[in-house]
């Protein structure tokens, strides 16, 4: 069941003076400063209340592999729910950017000893090794992050682009999309573009 909540919204005029690169982009940026202004308390609330409806959704499933991110940019925080995981048994993957790819990702097994760095956009993950990859195809959940999330499961990410091509026609294959977000970051509609593609479920606290 997807928790969505209900609260101030913002919503563009029909005859907004800005086009639809220009929306979103100012979406991107409102949304960031709501999700800065959280007090760590609240980010703290946040990073455990995800937990339990997290591991409703995967129980009702059969799950084993999951790929998930490292928070970054005020994102809600993966911390506690990494370590349930894990204490949990579930195998867990990070994204990577593809080094030969480019706007691709690839996935690396993530354990507690897991050498990480920093990427060109200074967030952290798997230090590259191909014994350690897994194909998109034969994960069973991939946790995104996002900016910001409509009622209708469309994402805004930060526009690179990298999930929306790793989840390209994701009803096709194994794994199911699910966003993380804060509250704060519902809007009423995405100013959506043709390379979007909606999520499977969203969790929001």
Excluded at 34 to 58: C, G, S, Y
Excluded at 112 to 131: A, G, H
Aim: include cysteine; proline fraction near 7%.
């Amino acid at each position: 069941m997807s928790i969505i909540p209900s609260h101030s919204q913002i919503i563009f005029p029909e005859n907004s003076a800005f086009n639809k690169t220009h929306q979103r982009q100012q979406l991107r940026q409102f949304i960031r400063k709501q999700r800065a202004a959280l007090t760590i308390q609240q980010q703290i609330e946040a990073e455990q209340k995800i937990v339990a409806p997290v591991l409703d959704f995967l129980h009702s499933r059969s799950v084993k592999n999951i790929a998930i991110y490292l928070s970054f940019d005020g994102e809600l925080s993966t911390k506690t729910l990494i370590q349930t995981l894990w204490q949990q048994g579930y195998h867990l993957y990070l994204p990577v950017l593809h080094p030969f790819s480019n706007g691709n990702l690839l996935f690396l097994a993530y354990t507690p000893d897991t050498p990480l760095q920093k990427n060109k956009f200074s967030i952290r993950e798997p230090t590259l090794d191909v014994t350690q990859v897994l194909p998109a195809n034969q994960l069973d959940i991939i946790f995104t992050p996002l900016v910001a999330f409509d009622p209708q499961k469309n994402r805004l990410g930060m526009g690179g682009g990298f999930y929306d091509r790793t989840l390209e026609n994701w009803q096709q294959k194994n794994f199911l999309p699910v966003g993380l977000a804060h509250k704060c970051q519902q809007v009423r509609e995405i100013p959506c573009e043709t390379w979007d593609i909606p999520l499977f479920d969203i969790f929001a606290v």
